[in-house]
C-alpha cells in the first residue's frame, strides 16, 4: 500500500522527448536537442518550414556544438560561418583540425541535418557563436553533400548502440534564412541585430541540464531499486551463531551503503520536478520579453547538473559494489546504467567547470547582496543572512542553531553553510586580487574554494526542495516514510561534511556524535519499508533488465538461465579447443 502511494507521488507522466528517446539511442539527440532548439531559436516562419520535416523524419537532426580540440568552453570553439552578402548564404569553414566537430549523437550515420554552433562573421566583425541549419547528407541518397567530411568516431566505453561522429566543413554553403533569427539576425546586406541576451543561444544547454537532473534521479533509483531488491534476496555469513543466514539487508553497513542513496533518488527526484518547471516557466517569461531570470536558471542548471551527476555517478558504483560478485555480471544490468551514465559529468559541460559557472553567479550576487542590493531567487540567502553572523567566533561563543531531529533547522543550517563558504570563495577570490593578480588569476587560485561554495549551494537548494515536498504530501504514511528519507539525507550530508558545519558554528562536537546515532536510528527505522521504497518507483522488470533485480525476487534460477543462454554455450565444444587447445595437449 505504501508503494503504490508513494509511487503516486513520485511517477508523474514523462515529459515526451524523454519518453520518445533517450540520450543512449541513435535519434536521441533528434528528440532532446535538435527539436528544442528549433521551437527556442527558430522565428514562427522557419519553424514552419523545419518541424513539419523534423517530425515527419525527413529531416533528421543532430546537435552539433563540441569540437575536438573544445568542449565546455563553448566560446573557443572554432567553426566559423562567414556571411556572404553577393548570395545572401553563410559559408561555413572548420578552419583547424581541433575545429571538427566531435561527439555529437546520430552524427555518425544516421542524421541529415545538424544544428550547428559556429562563430558568426559579417562585414568584418565576429559576433560570437549562432546556430544554423546545416545540411549533411542528402535527403534522397544519404550520401554526404559537397564539402562535408562526416563520419563514426569509433568504440567508446558505452553508448555503442549511438554512433557519435565527426563533422569537418569545407566552404559549405547555406541560406541566409538557415540561421536560426528569432533573437538575433543578419540583414541581407549583412548588417547584425543582436540579441537581448548573449546566454539564448545557450537556451538547449540549459533545457538538457534541467534534463539531465532529472535523468541523475532515474539512474541512481534503477540501482538503489537493484540493490536493495537484491538485498533482500541474498543471505549470508550468521548475525548469531546457529539462526539462519540473514538477509543482507539486515546488516546495518549494507543499510548504511544503500538507503542514504535510496533517500538521494528521492531528493533527485523532487529536484527533477522542480527544474523542469521552473525552466518552462522562465522560458514562459522569455517569450514575453521578460530575461531577468536567465542567469539564475543558468546558473542553477549547470550546478545541479554537476551536484546530481557526480553524487549518482558515485551512487552506481556504490550499487554495483553492494551486490558482491554478481554485481560486476551484465545479468545485473548495473555496470549497463553505470556506462551509460557516467558521460553526464561530461556531456553538456563538464562538471568542474560547471561548478565555477555557479560560483562566478554566486559571487557576483554574494558582492550585490554586500552592496545592499536585495536578491531574490535561490540566492536570497545572501540577503538574508545577517552579514555579522557570518564572522569568525571564538569557538565558546558560537550559537549552535542545529536541532537534527528538525527538518526546518536542518535546512536553516544548509543556508548558512552556503552562506558561509560563498563568503569564504569570494573573500578568496578578493586576497588574490590584492596580491595583484589579474582577475583570471584571482579566479583560478580560489577556484577550490570556489567549487566548495557552489557544491554547498546546490546541496542547499537540494535540502530545501525536498523538504518543501514534504508540505504537499497528504497522506500520513507517505509523509512520515518520506519525512524519514529526508531527514536521512540531510544528517548523511552533514555526517559527510562535518568540518564545515563545525567550521561555522552550526553544530558542537557533542551533536556531530549524535548526528552518527541519529543516522543508524533512521537506518533500523526505514528497513521494514526499504523494498517498499523501492518499488515506489515503479521500474517493471522489461525497464530495469536486472536479474538482480527482479520484482518477484526470483533471482537464482533466472541467473542460471541468462548464463545457458551466454553465446559461449551455444556449442558444448568450442572451436578453440580444436584450434589451439587439442594441437597444444598433442605436443605435451
Request: with cysteine; hydrophobic share 40%.
Amino acid at each position: 500500500c505504501l508503494a503504490v502511494c508513494l509511487c503516486l507521488c513520485v511517477c508523474p507522466s514523462v515529459p515526451f522527448s524523454i519518453a520518445k528517446s533517450h540520450f543512449n539511442e541513435a535519434l536521441g539527440l533528434h528528440y532532446v536537442m535538435f527539436l528544442p532548439t528549433l521551437r527556442n531559436l527558430a522565428t514562427p516562419a522557419q519553424q514552419e518550414k523545419w518541424l513539419p520535416l523534423s517530425l515527419s523524419f525527413r529531416v533528421l537532426g543532430t546537435y552539433a556544438q563540441t569540437e575536438m580540440g573544445h568542449g565546455t568552453h563553448i566560446r573557443a570553439l572554432e567553426t566559423t560561418a562567414t556571411y556572404d552578402p553577393s548570395t545572401q548564404e553563410f559559408v561555413l569553414n572548420s578552419p583547424t583540425i581541433s575545429s571538427i566537430k566531435w561527439w555529437p549523437g546520430g552524427l555518425g550515420k544516421t542524421s541529415n541535418h545538424a544544428v550547428v554552433l559556429a562563430q558568426l562573421y559579417t562585414q568584418g566583425h565576429c559576433h560570437g557563436l549562432h546556430a544554423f541549419i546545416v545540411p549533411i547528407r542528402s535527403m534522397s541518397t544519404h550520401e554526404p553533400l559537397p564539402g562535408v567530411v562526416v563520419g563514426d568516431i569509433g568504440p567508446k566505453f558505452g553508448f555503442d548502440e549511438v554512433d557519435n561522429g565527426f563533422l569537418k566543413l569545407e566552404n559549405v554553403r547555406i541560406p541566409r534564412d538557415y540561421m536560426l533569427m528569432k533573437y538575433s539576425k543578419v540583414e541581407p546586406d549583412g548588417t547584425y541585430l543582436k540579441p537581448p541576451s548573449d546566454k539564448l543561444t545557450y537556451g538547449t544547454m540549459v533545457f538538457i541540464r534541467s534534463l539531465i537532473v532529472g535523468e541523475s534521479a532515474r539512474a541512481l533509483a534503477k540501482s538503489c531499486t537493484i540493490a536493495i531488491r537484491y538485498s533482500a534476496v541474498r543471505h549470508q555469513s550468521e548475525l548469531r551463531p546457529g539462526e539462519p543466514e540473514p538477509q543482507i539487508l539486515d546488516y546495518q553497513t549494507q543499510q548504511y551503503k544503500l538507503f542514504p542513496l535510496l533517500a538521494t533518488a528521492y531528493a533527485f527526484h523532487f529536484v527533477g520536478q522542480y527544474m523542469s518547471q521552473t525552466y518552462h516557466r522562465i522560458t514562459g517569461d522569455i517569450n514575453q520579453g521578460d530575461f531577468s531570470q536567465l542567469p539564475e536558471l543558468h546558473a542553477l542548471s549547470a550546478g545541479l547538473k554537476a551536484f546530481t551527476t557526480w553524487a549518482a555517478s558515485s551512487g552506481i558504483e556504490v550499487c554495483r559494489m553492494a551486490c558482491g560478485g554478481h554485481g560486476y555480471s551484465r545479468c545485473s544490468s548495473l555496470p549497463d546504467i553505470y556506462v551509460t551514465f557516467t558521460p553526464t559529468c561530461t556531456y553538456e559541460g563538464e562538471n568542474t567547470v560547471m561548478m565555477l559557472q555557479t560560483a562566478r553567479y554566486l559571487v557576483k550576487s554574494y558582492t550585490q547582496a554586500c552592496e545592499g542590493q536585495q536578491v531574490g531567487g535561490m540566492v536570497s540567502y545572501l540577503s538574508e543572512t545577517p552579514h555579522h553572523r557570518l564572522q569568525p567566533q571564538p569557538l565558546s561563543s558560537r550559537p549552535t542553531v542545529v536541532d537534527i531531529s528538525d527538518l526546518a533547522s536542518l535546512v536553516e543550517a544548509y543556508k548558512l553553510r552556503a552562506a558561509k563558504l560563498v563568503e569564504l570563495a569570494a573573500r578568496s577570490v578578493q586576497g588574490e586580487l590584492q596580491r595583484r593578480k589579474s582577475k583570471e588569476e584571482a579566479w583560478n587560485s580560489a577556484s577550490i574554494d570556489l567549487v566548495r561554495a557552489s557544491d554547498a549551494h546546490c546541496h542547499y537548494v537540494v535540502v530545501k526542495l525536498f523538504c518543501a515536498k514534504l508540505g504537499e504530501v497528504g497522506d500520513t504514511a507517505v509523509h512520515s516514510a518520506l519525512s524519514s528519507l529526508a531527514l536521512l539525507y540531510a544528517l548523511h550530508g552533514i555526517a559527510q561534511h562535518s568540518g564545515d558545519f563545525l567550521q561555522a558554528g552550526l553544530l558542537s562536537g557533542p551533536q556531530v556524535t549524535q548526528v552518527s546515532q541519529r543516522l543508524k536510528e533512521l537506518l533500523a527505522q526505514l528497513r521494514p519499508n526499504a523494498v517498499a521504497l523501492v518499488d515506489a518507483f515503479d521500474y517493471r522488470d522489461e525497464m530495469l533488465n536486472s536479474v538482480l533485480g527482479r520484482y518477484d525476487g526470483n533471482v537464482y534460477e533466472n541467473m542460471f538461465d541468462w548464463a545457458k543462454k551466454s553465446p559461449l554455450n551455444r556449442t558444448q565444444v568450442h572451436e578453440s579447443y580444436h584450434k589451439y587447445l587439442k594441437p597444444l595437449q598433442a605436443k605435451l
